[in-house]
């Protein structure tokens, strides 16, 4: 039956939404996840999907698999949203389900957007339903679900990750919107550059909708021209994504940034300062100096100056908070840091080394005297000793006795740590 309303609500919604997918054949990215005959393909086109978690950045497909699981999959689908349900909704969702169960021998799919922000109560009211098979659970979020989930939840779904979307994909999604008729913008005559649709794709930084949403904003305030085009140009494109496009070309773009890298790594203070202008100024986003500035903190600085690790988070938190252009002064204060600072990459060797034998020594055993529980055998490790009640420290085995004699970080002469004397623990 037409409903007017309903119609009207169609028209009026977000490009985003009337573009989303609603089958697997239309949708775009995790091409690591969906494949011919990849596992979670195989589960919804068979409808034999089971409780599942989908994570990652926004805008990147989690929503759309569930919606087309819905599309897909026979049953009753629920959908609530971890912002604002509650326990009771949740409760008669399951009642609902089980009666389903019981009577018809129907599945229920409960979808929950957001499902990070339930708290303990409420993730503990359906773990009963999920564990029995009264419900199928499937969330979305863009927290890592093994942090900020309850644990029992997590144990009892298959979790998937989702990263950001290519260029290409986003491109593909862009003409998408354009030519289709009944969704899009295919009724219209639209020209957009081939400059401002790269743009678009980049600035998007892997966020469909945010593309989506400059896309719309620029056919809404473009007017057509005498030929009754809507011409979208790279200016056009800048004002709508609320982002100046780089000047420089995409392998230009990644020597600077590798430029910048080594400047800090070399010590160069005016040369790293420079890199870092012209990638601010090329359209750069901040948070990637910040970011760089981070690893690069303990990668090869490291233990000669801890400080320059705090130095790089701290510019990191200025970018978030204060944003361009108030937090070029705090960048450029972190940057000249880590340049004078004393470098060291002990803690890059100690990493690779510890990592090495982590592969290949998979089968080492605890010794008995860490063990969080008694062991009957018999290791000649003796009891845990309590380092403070020995003054701080004691010697003691704490390495598996295949790596007993294992030395992993290796003070170097440089700043601070040429003063460290390491306390290196023997098996007794």
Same mark, same amino acid.
């Given at each position: 039956?037409?409903?007017?309303?309903?119609?009207?609500?169609?028209?009026?919604?977000?490009?985003?939404?009337?573009?989303?997918?609603?089958?697997?054949?239309?949708?775009?990215?995790?091409?690591?996840?969906?494949?011919?005959?990849?596992?979670?393909?195989?589960?919804?086109?068979?409808?034999?999907?089971?409780?599942?978690?989908?994570?990652?950045?926004?805008?990147?497909?989690?929503?759309?698999?569930?919606?087309?699981?819905?599309?897909?999959?026979?049953?009753? !689908? =629920?959908? +609530?949203?971890?912002?604002?349900?509650?326990? &009771?909704?949740?409760? $008669? @969702?399951? *009642?609902?389900? #089980?009666?389903?169960?019981?009577?018809?021998?129907?599945?229920?799919?409960?979808?929950?957007?957001?499902?990070?922000?339930?708290?303990?109560?409420?993730?503990?009211?359906?773990?009963?339903?999920?564990?029995?098979?009264?419900?199928?659970?499937?969330?979305?979020?863009?927290?890592?679900?093994?942090?900020?989930?309850?644990?029992?939840?997590?144990?009892?779904?298959?979790?998937?990750? !989702? =990263?950001? +979307?290519?260029?290409?994909?986003?491109?593909? &999604?862009?003409?998408? $919107? @354009?030519? *289709?008729?009944? #969704?899009?913008?295919?009724?219209?005559?639209?020209?957009?550059?081939?400059?401002?649709?790269?743009?678009?794709?980049?600035?998007?930084?892997?966020?469909?909708?945010?593309?989506?949403?400059?896309?719309?904003?620029?056919?809404?305030?473009?007017?057509?021209?005498?030929?009754?085009?809507?011409?979208?140009?790279?200016?056009?494109?800048?004002?709508?994504?609320?982002?100046?496009?780089?000047?420089?070309?995409?392998?230009?773009?990644?020597?600077?940034?590798?430029?910048?890298?080594?400047?800090?790594?070399?010590?160069?203070?005016?040369?790293?300062?420079?890199?870092?202008?012209?990638?601010?100024?090329?359209?750069?986003?901040?948070?990637?100096?910040?970011?760089?500035?981070?690893?690069?903190?303990?990668?090869?600085?490291?233990?000669?100056?801890?400080?320059?690790?705090?130095?790089?988070?701290?510019?990191?938190?200025?970018?978030?908070?204060?944003?361009?252009?108030?937090?070029?002064?705090?960048?450029?204060?972190?940057?000249?840091?880590?340049?004078?600072?004393?470098?060291?990459?002990?803690?890059?060797?100690?990493?690779?080394?510890?990592?090495?034998?982590?592969?290949?020594?998979?089968?080492?055993?605890?010794?008995?005297?860490?063990?969080?529980?008694?062991?009957?055998?018999?290791?000649?490790?003796?009891?845990?000793?309590?380092?403070?009640?020995?003054?701080?420290?004691?010697?003691?085995?704490?390495?598996?006795?295949?790596?007993?004699?294992?030395?992993?970080?290796?003070?170097?002469?440089?700043?601070?740590?040429?003063?460290?004397?390491?306390?290196?623990?023997?098996?007794?």
């Amino acid at each position: 039956m037409f409903d007017l309303f309903s119609e009207n609500v169609k028209q009026f919604a977000p490009l985003a939404d009337r573009m989303r997918p609603k089958t697997l054949d239309k949708f775009l990215g995790q091409e690591h996840l969906i494949y011919k005959n990849s596992f979670l393909v195989r589960a919804i086109t068979s409808g034999s999907i089971g409780s599942c978690i989908f994570y990652g950045p926004p805008a990147s497909g989690k929503t759309t698999i569930a919606n087309i699981i819905a599309n897909t999959c026979k049953g009753v !689908f =629920k959908k +609530l949203n971890a912002v604002s349900s509650g326990v &009771a909704e949740a409760k $008669a @969702i399951i *009642d609902e389900a #089980r009666n389903n169960l019981k009577l018809y021998g129907t599945k229920t799919f409960l979808l929950l957007d957001e499902c990070h922000r339930w708290n303990k109560a409420q993730s503990d009211c359906v773990l009963e339903a999920i564990e029995e098979g009264s419900i199928i659970f499937i969330g979305s979020t863009t927290e890592n679900p093994y942090i900020n989930m309850t644990r029992a939840i997590v144990s009892r779904c298959r979790v998937f990750e !989702f =990263k950001p +979307l290519s260029k290409q994909n986003i491109i593909t &999604a862009l003409n998408r $919107a @354009i030519n *289709d008729k009944e #969704r899009g913008y295919g009724e219209l005559k639209i020209k957009i550059e081939p400059d401002a649709l790269n743009h678009l794709a980049w600035a998007s930084a892997g966020d469909v909708r945010n593309a989506y949403n400059a896309l719309e904003l620029a056919v809404k305030t473009t007017p057509a021209n005498k030929s009754g085009v809507i011409v979208i140009d790279k200016q056009t494109a800048e004002e709508c994504i609320q982002k100046k496009a780089v000047t420089l070309d995409e392998t230009t773009y990644y020597d600077v940034l590798s430029a910048f890298c080594k400047s800090l790594r070399g010590s160069d203070t005016e040369a790293a300062l420079y890199y870092s202008q012209k990638l601010l100024l090329s359209g750069c986003d901040p948070k990637i100096i910040a970011r760089r500035m981070i690893a690069h903190a303990s990668e090869d600085i490291g233990m000669a100056d801890s400080n320059a690790l705090l130095m790089a988070i701290s510019s990191l938190i200025a970018v978030k908070e204060l944003g361009m252009p108030e937090c070029e002064l705090n960048l450029s204060h972190a940057i000249i840091y880590l340049c004078e600072a004393e470098k060291s990459n002990s803690v890059l060797i100690a990493k690779n080394l510890a990592k090495e034998d982590a592969k290949n020594f998979i089968d080492a055993q605890v010794p008995n005297n860490l063990k969080n529980h008694e062991s009957g055998i018999n290791d000649k490790t003796g009891s845990y000793k309590y380092p403070h009640d020995f003054g701080g420290y004691v010697k003691q085995t704490y390495m598996p006795k295949e790596l007993k004699d294992r030395v992993y970080y290796k003070p170097s002469s440089n700043g601070k740590e040429k003063n460290l004397v390491r306390k290196k623990l023997r098996n007794v």
